[in-house]
């Protein structure tokens, strides 16, 4: 006799039936030196899932299921190949770990009046960036909600994301209207054109337009914010701003490594999404450090230190396009789809180089 | 794990740059001086600088309709001939709630992370029963919290920027919700025993499948549900076994509490905004109010409470009576919650939650 | 001996709770508090990372309280003790327990507030509670 049917036949009031159906049993997750992590629940049959998913009532994974619930079903991402990632549960632990906050742990006490001059590229590349950063928050709250729970780690991941996204919404507003400024121009290139961020039907597609090629390109302006910074409380905004970018670039370039080593046969495909990001995101308007757009005039001015130095932050713009460039293809390297750029099929190099020189 | 810089940050000259004399072309600055309003000096105040703080001129206007299809951020100037996004969500009294940007700080202020700020240590070896029973009400709570993210985060990705508060604030929200789901799965599996069975489902479903809008998931998921499990959480907090368990239920508690607040506070704008909302709102009650009874004839969930409220089967009679109370709770304040906004629930009002009120452990109003 | 709860004991406490690293770490509470006990009543105001100010007030003022937490002067003796000598439940267990609970209020959305920033709350009590012992 189960010690269900002992229990039951204790209290005859309720029937206790359900305490004999559940998952597996006499699980001990143990807390190590991070605490009780994502990855130290990830025992047994709680572990890793199944390469497909058949959770249409969103029931936690490893749960036991009814025939007669609810389906809630509907969900578009139901293929692990299609989402996951390894050690996503450490992203999403790390993301928990290193919230922070845009109204006390940026000291905005610290900024002072600017030139003229400095202060209009400051608002205007904040605009830019509160701009783009809605782009990186609304996306990934989509695929979030049509995503089975069996995938939950790669969708904590992506929650955190959208929390980082606000945040960073927040900050460059907070930026822009912080020091006699003001919000400035739109850049428009946020909007749904084909092949943007917005209109891919396949997560990996968006996730090598956002992740790996968008955010890639931010964040290598994130991690320069040293040189566009003009105190300590931009200096802040923009290595708080790097740090939760670099998880999100990094759940990008996980998930394609694991499509590289899972998914041959989506080789192809997944190269064309990278002909794509190339020439959409690293040559177009969404690029602060792309040519002859507001945000890149913005941004030459703060690099030169002021208009009258135009020409000099220009060429330290050009060296910023090029290490993002680099940075792209160590990238897409680490990722296992190198290949391209010995092989001829990317453009990328010899399109910056002409654009370089225009 | 995460992508380390390759050197520290260079300086331009480091970075090999271009030759000096390299052509560069003249920029065209025609961005320069197109602000709608210059001279926007916000300083931060005993709560640093919060975005509530900079809704100051015309960068606090909010229109009670958002006609930009773009991603505009309010207050910028727009560009023209930007093809539109079509945001769903783009009427104010769809979404607002003035306590929104404040409740966003509060809840970044007032964030914690399950793994490290649960005394993970403090639980220990519970009977066979009351862990069977600790896990069946986590599983389900965990399921919730899936309901509550996958809602979310469908609707937040609709509203239109017009309203960044609100849908920052949303972006809470579901973070809150991913962090519920993962410490009641952690709880779970912690202590020698697994995952229960998962809930039935049809409030889940309800809540995924409102049609009417934004306002009517808020009802369902935020109030009706929500209030449910605020409850269900100060019960658990109350007869939680171990230190563990006491901050998980305290913790989710502040958390539900700002999901409610942004609830209430948005039904209020919205009926307070719009003829015949509340009318409309009563509606949605009625139909809602029924799947819920109709789930919770389900002895799955009731049975676990009992008895980790009863601490084992032995004490299920004593547990069904808690079970009871904490009913009557819910539906006590759900009434006066639904009075306040000016939202009808004498008529049609489901008799099995009408019973509640009347059990002997009742509360009496206060 | 456990000293009454009173506008010296919360003047005390709110000093020491604003010069404590872990109570700022709880986070921002902004919240108008009232404590009732018996005749006797208390604000006590919190705005941002701090206890703002604490005073005196008539029963009727606190109607313009976010909610008050009611106990007999008795019963808040009982809970400081229990509370310092690790006895006493929460505020929310002691909410659940009570008859007709001890947080009371007419407006839904500032009652919330308690919810919202009860391990302040508590924090602020159980400080109190060990510098009333």
Redesign the interface.
């Known amino acids: 006799m189960s010690e269900a049917e002992v229990l039951q036949q204790a209290g005859p009031t309720l029937d206790l039936s359900w305490m004999d159906r559940h998952g597996e049993w006499g699980i001990h997750a143990a807390a190590g030196k991070q605490g009780l992590t994502l990855a130290d629940i990830q025992i047994g049959s709680y572990g890793e899932p199944a390469e497909r998913s058949d959770n249409q009532t969103g029931r936690p994974r490893g749960a036991a299921a009814r025939a007669n619930a609810y389906r809630i079903g509907g969900y578009a991402v139901m293929t692990k190949s299609e989402i996951w990632l390894d050690n996503a549960s450490f992203l999403y632990e790390e993301a928990l770990q290193r919230q922070w906050s845009s109204a006390t742990d940026v000291p905005w006490h610290m900024i002072k009046p600017l030139p003229d001059d400095i202060e209009q590229a400051q608002c205007q590349l904040a605009t830019f960036f509160t701009e783009v950063e809605f782009v990186a928050g609304d996306v990934p709250a989509r695929w979030i909600a049509s995503t089975t729970p069996d995938y939950f780690e790669p969708r904590q991941c992506l929650l955190a994301q959208v929390m980082d996204e606000s945040r960073h919404m927040d900050v460059f507003r907070k930026r822009a209207l912080a020091n006699g400024g003001g919000l400035m121009q739109t850049s428009g290139g946020t909007a749904g054109v084909v092949g943007s961020i917005d209109l891919a039907r396949d997560f990996t597609e968006m996730s090598s337009r956002l992740h790996i090629s968008g955010e890639g390109a931010v964040l290598t302006m994130f991690r320069m914010g040293e040189l566009m910074a003009y105190n300590e409380a931009e200096k802040a905004m923009y290595r708080l701003c790097a740090q939760d970018e670099a998880r999100h670039v990094a759940f990008g370039v996980m998930h394609m490594r694991y499509m590289s080593e899972t998914a041959p046969q989506r080789r192809e495909e997944i190269q064309c999404y990278l002909d794509e990001a190339e020439r959409q995101i690293l040559a177009g308007s969404q690029n602060p450090a792309g040519t002859q757009t507001d945000s890149s005039e913005a941004l030459a001015i703060l690099l030169g230190g002021g208009k009258d130095k135009y020409d000099e932050g220009v060429r330290q713009l050009i060296a910023i396009r090029k290490r993002q460039v680099q940075e792209y293809i160590k990238r897409v390297r680490s990722t296992g789809f190198g290949d391209r750029f010995d092989n001829g099929r990317s453009q990328l190099v010899k399109t910056f180089d002409h654009h370089a020189a225009a | ?6 050197s520290p ?4 000259a480091a ?4 030759s ?1 004399t ?1 052509q ?2 003249a ?25 509530g703080d ?1 809704n ?1 001129g015309i ?1 606090g206007e909010v229109p009670p309709v958002w006609t930009d299809q ?4 309010r ?5 023209r ?6 945001y769903a969500v783009r009427d104010k009294v769809d979404l607002w709630a003035d ?1 929104a940007a ?1 409740m ?3 809840a ?4 914690w ?4 700020d ?1 005394p ?2 403090t639980v220990q070896p519970l009977p ?2 009351v862990e ?2 600790i ?2 009400v986590c ?1 389900e709570l ?2 919730y919290a ?2 509550d ?3 979310v ?2 609707w ?2 609709q509203m239109a ?1 017009g309203y ?1 508060e609100i ?2 604030f949303l ?2 929200v ?2 809150d ?3 519920h ?2 410490v009641f ?2 709880r ?15 409030v ?2 309800m809540i ?1 499948e409102s049609r009417g809008g934004w306002t009517e998931a808020v009802l369902y998921l935020l109030v009706l549900r929500g209030l449910f499990t ?1 409850t269900m959480y ?2 658990l ?2 007869y939680a076994h171990s230190d563990a368990e ?1 901050t998980i239920f ?2 989710c ?2 958390d ?3 999901h ?2 942004y609830g ?2 948005h039904l ?1 704008y919205a009926v307070n905004h719009q003829d015949d909302q509340n009318l409309i709102l009563t509606q949605l009650c009625i139909i809602g109010e029924r799947v819920l009874v109709r789930e919770l004839k389900d ?2 969930l ?3 409470l ?1 008895i980790v409220f009863g601490d084992g ?2 004490g ?2 004593a547990g ?1 009576r808690i079970v009871d109370r904490m009913m009557s ?1 819910y539906v006590t ?1 759900y009434l ?2 639904m009075k ?1 906004l000016g939202v009808e629930r004498t008529t049609l009002f489901p008799e099995e939650l009408t019973a509640y009120l009347k059990t002997p452990n009742a ?2 109003a ?1 | 001996m456990t000293a009454p709860i009173g506008l010296a004991l919360l003047e005390r406490t709110r000093t020491a709770v604003n010069a404590d690293a872990e109570f700022r770490r709880l986070g921002t509470c902004d919240a108008r508090v009232g404590i009732k006990a018996g005749d006797d009543a208390f604000i006590v105001d919190f705005v941002a990372f701090e206890c703002a100010a604490v005073a005196a007030i008539d029963l009727d003022s606190l109607r313009d309280a976010d909610f008050y937490l009611d106990l007999t002067p008795e019963s808040w003796k009982t809970y400081l003790a229990g509370r310092a000598s690790g006895t006493a439940p929460s505020l929310v267990s002691l909410d659940v327990d009570s008859p007709n609970g001890i947080v009371k209020g007419s407006d839904p959305l500032k009652v919330l507030k308690f919810e919202r920033y009860h391990l302040t709350l508590q924090s602020f009590l159980d400080r109190g509670a060990r510098l009333a012992a």
């Open positions: 794990m995460t992508d380390k810089p390759a940050a260079p300086t331009g970075d090999a740059p271009p000096p390299a560069v072309s920029p065209n600055l025609r961005w320069m001086g197109k602000s709608r309003q210059w001279g926007t000096r916000v300083k931060p105040g005993k709560h640093g600088l919060r975005l900079l100051v960068y773009t991603r505009a951020p207050g910028a100037m727009s560009r001939g930007v093809p539109p996004l079509g306590s404040d966003y700080e509060e970044i202020q007032r964030r992370a399950p793994a490290v649960i993970w240590e066979y029963d069977r029973a896990c069946q599983t965990s399921q899936n309901a993210v996958e809602s985060t469908y937040q990705s920027y960044h849908k920052q972006a809470t579901s973070f919700a991913a962090r789901m993962e799965r952690k779970a599996l912690c202590n020698g025993g697994g995952l229960g069975l998962e809930g039935p489902g049809e889940n479903r995924l605020q100060r019960y907090e109350r006491r305290g913790r508690l502040q539900k509490a700002r409610l607040t209430i506070d209020r002895t799955v009731r049975g676990a009992a089967v032995a299920l009679d069904l709770d304040r006066a919650t306040w509360r009496s206060s």
